[in-house]
């Protein structure tokens, strides 16, 4: 996989995630001047729905408004349209690989980013679908994505897991937790994996921040309204292991950046 020699940081490094629901759908909506905009250090995408060949030169070689480059990578999906994660990032990472499991890899799941002080990763959790079709496939990747994250912690390895998690949590993660009792993304065994998760020690960073707060999601449906009406759910993350807590700096949803029906996440690395 790829490699580079050495890294050098500016700090504080300000990462984003979001879930475009099709990078080229979203280049139409103003993807590339936001991008610019920004400025973000790193910039984690998933469900870009696309082969890096299909992309134009626009997407492909995005530059900051002080014109430094992003290096972009890609894995995506076996399937076409289907899937698929990215990272654009202004530091070269030294190592950029997947996740290392056949099939999660041949869905475009996961790209891991070394740098110098931390792994970054930009994950896409299967959606278990309706009546759990794909309940038993997302449990896998979810057990996956624990052993990934366990086998960093045990090499004292800090790393940021980013993305989707298709995975509202607690109550306070959507807006009628009653009514999706049955739903994907609110079902038991999910919300079950999220408890392990965190009681592992792993950090939900933007709860770090907030612990109790209400109203805060980062994905809408496009139906009735829901997002003027702010009816959504939290299913977007930056998770860190414990040990990097002293670096994390802040987390934030933009709720305000449009063009998908999911909005980004932030956080802010004090490296």
């Not at 790209?111 to 679908?129: E, G, V």
């Not at 993350?237 to 063009?259: M, N, Q, T």
């Amino acid at each position: 996989m790829h490699r580079a020699p050495g890294i050098c940081y500016t700090p504080p490094m300000r990462i984003l995630s979001w879930n475009v629901n099709g990078i080229r759908a979203l280049e139409k909506r103003g993807f590339v001047p936001w991008m610019t905009r920004e400025g973000a250090d790193a910039v984690c995408i998933q469900e870009t729905k696309a082969a890096p060949a299909q992309l134009s030169a626009d997407l492909l070689n995005i530059s900051d408004q002080g014109g430094q480059p992003y290096h972009a990578y890609w894995m995506s999906a076996k399937k076409a349209g289907y899937s698929g994660v990215a990272l654009y990032s202004k530091i070269e990472p030294q190592e950029i690989r997947p996740l290392g499991v056949q099939e999660f890899d041949d869905e475009g799941r996961v790209l891991q980013a070394d740098y110098r002080d931390f792994t970054l990763i930009s994950a896409y959790f299967p959606n278990s679908q309706d009546e759990g079709k794909r309940l038993d496939y997302k449990l896998r990747f979810c057990q996956a994505i624990m052993d990934l994250c366990k086998g960093y912690q045990k090499k004292k390895r800090h790393f940021v897991l980013s993305g989707d998690f298709n995975i509202a949590h607690r109550p306070i993660d959507l807006a009628r937790p009653r009514e999706n009792q049955g739903s994907p993304g609110y079902l038991p065994e999910e919300r079950a994996w999220m408890d392990s998760f965190t009681q592992a020690g792993f950090v939900d960073t933007f709860r770090h921040f907030h612990p109790g707060e209400e109203g805060h999601y980062s994905w809408w449906s496009y139906r009735s309204g829901a997002r003027e009406r702010n009816v959504g759910w939290r299913i977007d993350y930056h998770c860190i292991d414990p040990a990097f807590l002293p670096a994390l700096g802040s987390a934030r949803i933009l709720k305000e950046v449009e063009g998908s029906d999911h909005c980004p996440v932030e956080i802010v690395l004090k490296l």
